[in-house]
């Protein structure tokens, strides 16, 4: 199966998780597996499907937590589906692509529309999964469509008007049986300087306010209705609360950071101790934004 495997991507095998997510923490995965195309892609889902081996199809692990075990079964990045074309006022851009990189690509060809989204570390998959966004914006408002694959293992296009969407959420978190592969967006005709401006801004802002010189995976709460997560975990006191190498940031406190060798534990106990305190003194039960890998 492994040579079979190997013809249509790269795979290590007992990898490392620890560099694959931006909280730096993890432990193994059985299989690591890196598809050279959206049709390898398939042909490996299907190798796997045969085997009856599950998998996980990463973006750039900055919105999950994951365990410190061996994940018994395929971590499929998609970091080498990164095409990229513009066309008019629509850039196809695959899965894998960085959202700084589309915003760059949108910017030079004067397209505006997603500068809110320059300082989203995740991928154009992971980012459209859970409708990434900021300052008022998300992701899902630009799309036009989403190429997938289903759990038949068929490629199919799924328009905007057919997705459910809202705040950080979208039917693809949902119902997990759809892999994003490649989206197409629609932008408006804007001027570079303008965009460059914005981005700037957004920039200076997320510099003065989030942890950026620690390793984190943003965020850790969804925003309740009409109010902010951070402030209340502020309120009961836990800006600087640790365990281990885990730690509510000082700067922002509805960042958790790897402040030193934190273990995925760490970071595991940390979020349920915040949340149950919150809870206790606030008696608002926060939703953690940030995924679970494998926990259970
Ligand atoms: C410093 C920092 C700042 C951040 N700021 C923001 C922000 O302003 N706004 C915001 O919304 N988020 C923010 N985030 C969180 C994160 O960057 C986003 O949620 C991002 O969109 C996640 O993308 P990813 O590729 O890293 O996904 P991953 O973390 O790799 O995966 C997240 C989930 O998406 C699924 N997934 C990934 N790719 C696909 C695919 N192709 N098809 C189907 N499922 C897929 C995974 O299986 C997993 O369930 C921030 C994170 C950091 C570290």
Known sequence: MIDELKKYGDLEEHASTKLL??????????YLIEPNSIQDLVSILKILKENNIKWFILGNGSNIILNS????????????????????NNIYAEAGVMVPNLVKVATDNSLMGLEFAAGIPGTVGGSVYGNAGAYNSCIMDY???VTVIDDDLN???IEHEDINYSYRMTDFKNNKKQIIVAVKFTLTEGEKERSIALIN??????LESQPLEYPSAGSVFRNP???????LVEICDLKGYKIGGAEVSEKHANFIVNAGNATSEDVYNLIHYVHDTVKE?????????????DWE
């Open 21 to 30: 997510n931006t909280y730096k923490i993890g432990g193994s995965t059985r």
């Open 69 to 88: 075990r061996e994940y018994d079964g395929a971590f499929i990045k998609l970091n080498k589906l990164n095409g990229l074309e513009v066309n008019g």
């Open 143 to 145: 799309v036009q469509s």
């Open 155 to 157: 490629i199919k296009v």
């Open 201 to 206: 801004d957004r920039r200076k802002r997320r």
């Open 225 to 231: 209705e009409g109010d902010f997560a951070g402030r």
């Open 281 to 293: 003194k606030t008696h608002v039960d926060l939703l953690c934004e940030q995924e679970f890998i």
